[in-house]
């Protein structure tokens, strides 16, 4: 998965450019990027692979139920 770039510096001043303290902007930042970095985001090729996964076992689903009602057909058919 790749990671979120988040500029801090720049984050920083325009918080103190609106007319926040430097402590305030610097602690807004941090929090900000801590939180930003804990978040479970999904890119196009984690989909992408889900997508993969998911198409092969709804085949193997589909083939399988095919064999059991085959199966079923010749013993009680």
Same mark, same amino acid.
């Given at each position: 998965?790749? %990671?979120?770039? #988040?500029?801090?510096?720049?984050?920083?001043?325009? *918080?103190?450019?609106?007319?926040?303290?430097?402590? /305030?902007?610097?602690?807004? %930042?941090?929090? #900000?990027?801590?939180?930003?970095?804990?978040?479970? *985001?999904?890119?196009?090729?984690?989909?992408?692979? /889900?997508?993969?996964?998911?198409?092969?076992?709804?085949?193997?689903?589909?083939?399988?139920?095919? *064999?059991?009602?085959?199966?079923?057909?010749?013993?009680?058919?």
């Amino acid at each position: 998965m790749s %990671a979120i770039i #988040f500029d801090t510096l720049k984050f920083t001043k325009r *918080l103190m450019e609106a007319g926040a303290s430097p402590e /305030l902007a610097e602690a807004t %930042a941090e929090a #900000f990027k801590d939180a930003s970095g804990e978040a479970n *985001l999904v890119t196009k090729t984690d989909l992408d692979g /889900l997508e993969y996964r998911l198409i092969i076992k709804m085949g193997a689903m589909f083939i399988t139920n095919i *064999l059991v009602l085959s199966v079923l057909y010749k013993l009680f058919g």
